[in-house]
């Protein structure tokens, strides 16, 4: 009978001790047959070490005992996922490293449960605890499934990804996946159905545009303040304008406690930051996500049902700067779509630029007019 993985590693003996005592004609031989074997193989075999033959745990993975059970595993567990090919192709079952992730995000939502837990081992100490310690591809496996589990929005299992409190507050938002982190469209309570832990009704109608902005609970705060021009705020650093940029400071420090007063589902911030105004802005109550637009990446992200889309202002300009031509066509190409989901859905949409919305060329206007976006929001130069 076969052996379940009898053939996944390979066991290479040590060489005895006659062989480095025999004479020279067996040293001979020996050499032969080792030239021999390393044509044949690519890799010279470890002697006295246990090496994977073939493709390793893949043999057990594609085994056909786990086909012959596929239909009751399916039964007892995930009754609802179908294998999308034949029913005789065996399936294959999840690596270590999959089980790993679970694992590990099941340990980071339970140990934030302790209330003392970021005093006696803050992130970056190289404790048990710290998920710094991942590698950053496999930090961001485990905050996207967090992220999907609907438990990463939680300050105290967000926090634990960033050194700082400061880069928690301020670093959301993501470029590779140009969205934001807690507020993609399947997180938001107007755009999915609710998640397991959910017991609410998923809202059939979305809020209207008039609550989303101004008017009954702010949904959307946006932060503009001089400093955020990179012009201005240089004019301002130069000797003799402190008395201006005090002004300017205090204008800012304004608009927080404004915002820390009303809370709103999100703030945004648009335009250039340096690390003072970064340091005012990471003063936002932790409940409130803060999203910074400082041009460097292109994204999306959902509020209460509306669509808002963060672009650079450098791609709707042509001929202006240095800048990159395949990047600026795909970011353009990215846009389009979501212009073209916006006109198609029918949803309440929001553009946000890091400079002045002013200098969009007018054909650009039009095509944002015909998507139906109800706002265009920057800075004023």
């Known amino acids: 009978a076969e052996r379940l993985g009898a053939g996944c590693f390979e066991w290479i003996p040590p060489p005895k001790k006659e062989e480095k005592d025999g004479d020279d004609d067996q040293r001979e031989g020996d050499n032969e047959k080792a030239a021999k074997s390393s044509k044949e193989a690519e890799k010279p075999k470890p002697r006295g070490k246990v090496v994977r033959h073939g493709k390793g745990y893949d043999i057990i993975r594609q085994h056909p005992f786990f086909a012959k059970h596929e239909s009751v595993l399916l039964s007892q567990t995930n009754s609802h996922l179908k294998p999308d090919s034949d029913e005789t192709t065996p399936q294959p079952i999840p690596s270590l490293k999959d089980l790993a992730i679970r694992a590990t995000a099941h340990f980071i939502d339970q140990s934030s449960l302790d209330v003392d837990l970021e ?219 979501e212009l073209e989901q916006v006109k198609t859905a029918r949803s309440h949409a929001y553009v946000f630029v890091d400079g002045d919305s002013r200098d969009i060329p007018s054909e650009w206007i039009a095509k944002m007019g015909k998507s139906h976006v109800l706002g265009l929001l920057g800075l004023c130069n």
Request: aromatic share 8%.
């Open 119 to 337: 005093d006696v081992h803050p992130p970056g100490d190289n404790s048990f605890y710290d998920a710094l310690r991942l590698k950053p591809s496999d930090q961001k496996r485990v905050m996207h499934l967090l992220d999907r589990l609907h438990l990463l929005k939680e300050p105290r299992i967000y926090r634990r990804f960033f050194h700082s409190k400061q880069d928690a507050r301020l670093g959301r938002v993501r470029s590779e996946s140009r969205d934001v982190i807690g507020l993609t469209q399947m997180n938001d309570k107007m755009g999915q159905v609710p998640g397991s832990g959910e017991n609410q009704p998923h809202p059939e109608e979305q809020v209207p545009a008039s609550k989303l902005v101004g008017k009954s609970e702010t949904r959307i705060h946006h932060i503009t303040n001089p400093l955020f021009c990179k012009s201005i705020n240089d004019q301002c650093s130069r000797a003799g304008m402190e008395a201006k940029r005090k002004g300017y400071i205090k204008q800012l420090k304004e608009s927080i406690r404004l915002v820390n007063r009303v809370r709103p589902t999100v703030v945004v911030a648009s335009g250039y930051f340096d690390d003072s105004c970064r340091k005012i802005l990471s003063k936002v109550n932790e409940t409130v996500p803060v999203i910074l637009h400082d041009g460097s990446s292109f994204f999306n992200f959902w509020v209460y049902g509306a669509h808002c889309v963060a672009m650079p202002i450098q791609y709707f300009q042509e001929k202006v700067g240095k800048i990159d031509e395949i990047a600026r066509n795909e970011a353009l190409a990215w846009f389009r779509m």
